[in-house]
């Protein structure tokens, strides 16, 4: 295993930021990283984990030696009468194993198809769009103790998900006794595919696609092609306009706080939670202040979605992550100061 020094980041982060890291290690197999740390200096150094960069924003070079997780391997492990488990490495592009368990006719991750990054950062964020979160598939990972070497492995209870976040974003010391942000890495995933499969069509844009069918069910396929087709026409392909996909989450609020908001400003979108609290339309807020197409710097809003930031910076003069948190910290002011909420941001800062 050969670890490089001052490598260009730019193609290894979906925004298109321009940084270099002072060294970054290919870790292709688990022994790569075990070899890495039996180097002298391995307690001492600085590290960053890297997966598809869909979920970042780089302010500047990285000291930190960099961990490119890059390990592969697509596998059935077990067919049942009541489902399929299938594993595949954290180095797996998460689109392209959503569509390889597709083919293989093993339906369940068809409403996340498009989503950005690796199979192993999905749990990090716990990923979902359209009714499905990783969590509903989810069965266990197995990953690396970056302190011990120790390989250990998690179930859902104890991956802690919540709604975009797991223990994998919290350090050990904050209140979550098992963070494991900076201590671990995922080296592989396994899903649990339910059968008989049912299609998740919740969402408006879906159940607009399924009124066309005529009262016809849809198959995995097409609700797969869906996906993909309404995915395209709201948001902005990384390969062509650097992004990290939605900037924000969604914020939720109680039903007081919500019925608040709908006296001032009644078109507000919002979503009932299962809980009794109410999910608020981060985008539609974003827009409601004006920002949708406005541009600071390099960085702008997206067009056609408000709660996209996008890279507007060419070669002679590149976006910079400052000024991609420059125009986040602008957006969060606003929607603060007409709505009372505090937008919180999607990707790690670094």
């Known amino acids: 295993m050969l670890v490089e ?24 197999s688990e022994d790569d990283l075990l070899a890495l740390m039996a180097q002298p200096d391995w307690t001492v150094t600085p590290r960053l984990i890297l997966g598809g960069g869909s979920n970042m924003v780089l ?3 990285v000291k930190a030696l960099v961990l490119k997780m890059e390990i592969k391997g697509r596998r059935l492990l077990d067919a049942q009468e009541k489902g399929w488990l299938v594993e595949a490495g954290a180095g797996e592009v998460w689109h392209d194993f959503v569509a390889w368990t597709l083919a293989q006719g093993w339906p369940g991750l068809e409403n996340m198809a498009l989503i950005p990054g690796t199979v192993g950062a999905a749990p990090v964020q716990n990923i979902g769009a359209y009714g499905v979160e990783l969590q509903d598939r989810f069965h266990s990972l197995d990953g690396i103790d970056l302190e011990t070497g120790r390989s250990f492995s998690l179930d859902a209870a104890q991956c802690g998900f919540g709604y975009r976040d797991s223990v994998f974003k919290h350090a050990p010391d904050d209140s979550r006794s098992l963070g494991m942000a900076g201590r671990a890495v995922i080296t592989r995933v396994r899903f649990w595919l339910p059968r008989p499969w049912k299609p998740e069509l919740g969402y408006l844009e879906l159940e607009r696609k399924v009124a066309e069918l005529a009262g016809a069910v849809p198959s995995p396929q097409q609700v797969f092609d869906w996906v993909c087709e309404i995915r395209r026409s709201k948001l902005p392909d990384p390969a062509v306009i650097g992004n990290a996909g939605s900037f924000f989450k969604n914020p939720t609020v109680t039903p007081e706080q919500c019925a608040d908001i709908i006296a001032r400003d009644p078109k507000v979108v919002h979503y009932p939670l299962p809980d009794g609290s109410v999910k608020l339309a981060a985008g539609w807020m974003i827009d409601a202040c004006g920002w949708k197409g406005k541009t600071m710097g390099h960085a702008g809003v997206y067009e056609k979605q408000a709660l996209v930031l996008i890279n507007k910076g060419t070669a002679e003069h590149p976006c910079t992550g400052g000024e991609v948190m420059t125009l986040a910290k602008a957006i969060q002011t606003s929607v603060y100061e007409r709505f009372g909420i505090r937008l919180e941001p999607e990707p790690v800062v670094v």
Request: aromatic letters at 8%; proline letters at 4%.
């Open 5 to 28: 020094k001052q490598v260009s980041l730019q193609p290894y982060n979906s925004f298109g930021i321009s940084a270099r890291a002072q060294k970054l290690a290919r870790i292709t």
């Open 59 to 61: 302010t500047g070079d």
